[in-house]
């Protein structure tokens, strides 16, 4: 079964750090971009950031470039979600996602159940 | 950076009826979007990608169109199940993406 399973959400004080796993079974995950896409109480979808199938290439949205950082380890089937300088504004549920590429067009098919991340005093 | 624009942002419907949802694109996009559906407390799941291109597995009652900076999600005799929030995403800028705010479809 394809799956992806996230982990490593909690509550962090403004200003400080937390590290999101997200760990893959059921396809070859080193032939696939990754992303992360995150939804604050009661928004839409926004996407974080994602990272290519050798982690040389990385893309992030505005509001997170500088603070937080993606990586993978295609050993042991994960990406990750280095969060820092944490603000109030970055609460939301992260999903991880997998990016699908046929002919030149680009989806994510494959979503995790998503971890929570709140960032309060 | 391309901004896209879902209407109506909410939408109430009943148990058969067809609907149509519209996603516009600040600029264009060729066909690189697609429309996902999010239930309550679930994981988005894909329907359409590249405008028109139904995923597996998705019932063939949805169906998207477009190409350039409109683009239509229609659903054909609703069905319970499809009470959700759809959200269209453009790949144009690929790596980088963007969603819809979402429509929310009651009953």
């Known amino acids: 079964e394809v799956q992806l399973v996230e982990s490593g959400g909690g509550l962090v004080q403004p200003g400080g750090s937390l590290r999101l796993s997200c760990t893959a079974s059921?396809?070859?995950?080193?032939?696939?971009?990754m992303s992360w896409v995150r939804q604050a109480p009661g928004k839409g979808l926004e996407w974080v950031a994602n990272?290519?199938?050798?982690?040389?290439?990385?893309s992030y949205v505005d509001s997170v470039k500088g603070r937080f950082t993606i990586s993978r380890d295609n050993a042991k089937n994960s990406v990750y979600l280095q969060m820092n300088s944490l603000r109030p504004e970055d609460t939301a549920f992260y999903y991880c996602a997998r990016d699908q590429t046929t002919a030149y067009y680009q989806y994510m098919d494959v979503w995790g159940k998503g971890t929570t991340v709140t960032v309060s005093s | 950076d391309i901004q896209m624009t879902q209407s109506p942002s909410s939408l109430s419907a009943s148990v058969g009826d067809r609907v149509t949802i519209t996603c516009r694109a600040s600029?264009?996009?060729?066909?690189?979007l697609n429309w996902y559906q999010q239930k309550p407390e679930k994981a988005p799941n894909l329907l359409i990608y590249a405008a028109t291109s139904l995923q597996r597995g998705v019932p063939s009652r949805f169906s998207g169109s477009g190409s350039g900076t409109d683009f239509t999600l229609t659903i054909t005799s609703l069905q319970p199940e499809d009470f959700a929030t759809y959200y269209c995403?453009?790949?144009?800028?690929?790596?980088?993406?963007?969603f819809g705010q979402g429509t929310k479809l009651e009953i």
């Open positions: 990272i290519k199938q050798d982690g040389s290439e990385k």
């Open positions: 995403q453009q790949s144009y800028t690929t790596p980088m993406y963007t």
């Open positions: 059921g396809f070859p995950f080193s032939r696939y971009w």
């Open positions: 600029q264009r996009i060729d066909s690189y």
